[in-house]
Structures are given as structure tokens and as C-alpha cells.
């Protein structure tokens, strides 16, 4: 081992208290998670130069590990040790954020797909599976058009979030990550070389804020939102409004505003009263225009 790796290897071995401190997970163990950082980080001399300069955000990643509760195996494909901004920073991949809903309760089952202009892609309303035909092996499909992401609750319903590539590319129009790279500030991003998994990440993120919560989950969104630097659209917890309620809503806008109209006169007044104050919240946020966006008409607030 060269004394440059030794040096890495020793900063992640540092980390076996505070990555005990707040294992969330029994399951991880942290010789395993160590040895699978060490790996990431070897792999060219460019991210061990970043860690060795920053030897504190190694230190930080793998910690987050253990405090998100997922692993660094590559076999899994959740979550990868990757230099930004002079950091190493924890980077989790859009299975790494369905397996911890699955694992954490919040769903049965889910996957996120990419949808091609050569596809059918039909959804077919609240709590049904989405109809996505294409064929496997078509050697071009087309453009792509956009992206979805489908859930199976624990009552077995199933939540649909489709998002338009326009849609998508606003958002990561938005990101630093993108602007850094667009005024050449940045060699590469994640957008640039893998839009296909942002596009993916981003539907689960916007898809998640309509699933039961799990603190697992919410701290892993959290952390990509803020530490993780990825450059992913921001999400804000804009209220309490409950995520069920918010889907129902949404559904019912997309039938028309006389859909939604009747569903808002008939869920109680207490419940209208959360989603007018949900609409306030949106409108008091300078960027509403982001995932956080729910396409539905504006109720009237009530007494």
C-alpha cells in the first residue's frame, strides 16, 4: 500500500467511533463500509489527493453512512464516495434512496424508469400502475421524453410521479452543479455524464414527498439537498400538509378543476384548511418553480 492510500485508509479507520455513535442500521458494519471507502477513494489519484487535503469531509461521508443507514457496496449500487468542490462527498443513487424506503417501511416496492419518444406511457389514474410499453430491444426508441417513478404502499395502492425531460432539464438548469459546468467552472457533473440517473433521482425526489415518511429517508433527501452538493433542485419541507392529502389533491387537478373542485368540498374543512395553508407556503418560497411544485388549482382558504 502506497503511503498516500495508507494515509486515506488511516483517516477512514478514524471515523469507527463517530460512525458508531450514530449507526442506524445493525446490519452495516463498519470494517466492511471502511474497506469499501478505501476502495472508492483509491480508485485514481485524483480523489485521493482530495481526500488528503480534506481529510475531515472523508471522515464526514463515511459517517454519513452509518447516520443514513445504506452501504458503499458497489455490488448495490446505493451510494458512492465521489470528489466535489475539493470534498469527498457522499453521493446516493436513485436505488439507494428506493431501497431505503423499501427497507424503512415507506413502500412495498418501486422502480424509476426512463421514457422514450417510441414508447406508450399512459397513467391511469390514482392508486393504478402506469402503462409503459416498449420494446427492449429496439436499437433507437428516440428521444428521450421524460422520466417516472411507481410505488407500491403498504395497502397496496399504487403513487405514479411522471416528469416531463422539460421538466427535468428546468431543474437541473437550476442546479450549481450545471451552472458550474455550463461557465466552464467545472470540467464534468453528474447531469453532463449520467442524465439519465439525475433525471431518475430527481422523479424519486419529487415522488417521495407523497410516500409515508421515515426519518432514513427524509435524512438521506436532506443530506443531498445540503452536504451532498450534487446539484440536485432543492426540496423544501414546506408544511405539514399530510403527503396523502397532497396526492389525492393532485390527482383530482389532474381530472380538471371541476374534479378538484368537488374533491376540495368534500374532504372537511380541517383538511382544506391544510392545503390552503400548504398554497401559502409555496407562494411565500422565492423558488416555487421547482420540484416542489404541485400542478393543481389554488384552493380557497376557509374559516
Given at each position: ?41 483509491s480508485a485514481n489519484d485524483y480523489t485521493v ?31 458512492y464516495l465521489v470528489p466535489r468542490k475539493g ?170 378543476t371541476g374534479a378538484y373542485g368537488e374533491f ?40
Amino acid at each position: 500500500m502506497s503511503s498516500a492510500i495508507q494515509v486515506v485508509a488511516d483517516t477512514v479507520y478514524g471515523a469507527r467511533e463517530a460512525f458508531a455513535s450514530v449507526l442506524v442500521d445493525r446490519s452495516i458494519s463498519f470494517e466492511r463500509e471502511a474497506e469499501f471507502a478505501i476502495q472508492a477513494i483509491s480508485a485514481n489519484d485524483y480523489t485521493v489527493k482530495v481526500a488528503r487535503e480534506c481529510p475531515q469531509s472523508v471522515v464526514d461521508a463515511t459517517t454519513n453512512v452509518a447516520a443514513i443507514g445504506i452501504s458503499l457496496n458497489p455490488a448495490k449500487k446505493q451510494a458512492y464516495l465521489v470528489p466535489r468542490k475539493g470534498r469527498i462527498c457522499l453521493d446516493i443513487s436513485y436505488m439507494g434512496l428506493m431501497d431505503l424506503a423499501m427497507d424503512t417501511g415507506s413502500i412495498k416496492w418501486g422502480q424509476a424508469r426512463i421514457v422514450y419518444a417510441t414508447d406508450v406511457f399512459e397513467l391511469n389514474g390514482l392508486d393504478r400502475e402506469p402503462t409503459h410499453r416498449f420494446q427492449p430491444f429496439a436499437k433507437d426508441r428516440g428521444e428521450t421524453v421524460g422520466a417516472y417513478c411507481v410505488v407500491k404502499t403498504a395497502d397496496g395502492d399504487y403513487l405514479t410521479e411522471a416528469m416531463s425531460a422539460d421538466e427535468i432539464n428546468a431543474i437541473r438548469d437550476r442546479s450549481e452543479a450545471w451552472k458550474s459546468f455550463m461557465d466552464k467552472k467545472a470540467k464534468s457533473c453528474p447531469w453532463a455524464t449520467d442524465w439519465g440517473e439525475m433525471a431518475k433521482k430527481t422523479v424519486v425526489k419529487r415522488a417521495s414527498k407523497y410516500w409515508p415518511k421515515t426519518e432514513r429517508l427524509d435524512q438521506a433527501i436532506h443530506y443531498l439537498n445540503t452536504e451532498g452538493g450534487e446539484g440536485l433542485a432543492k426540496i423544501e419541507h414546506v408544511d405539514n400538509c399530510p403527503a396523502d392529502l397532497l396526492a389525492q389533491a393532485k390527482a383530482a387537478a389532474a381530472c380538471g378543476t371541476g374534479a378538484y373542485g368537488e374533491f376540495f368540498g368534500a374532504i372537511g374543512k380541517d383538511k382544506r384548511k391544510q392545503l390552503a395553508a400548504h398554497h401559502e407556503s409555496l407562494k411565500s418560497q422565492a423558488a416555487k418553480v421547482d420540484a416542489n411544485t404541485i400542478d393543481m388549482p389554488e384552493p380557497e382558504a376557509t374559516e
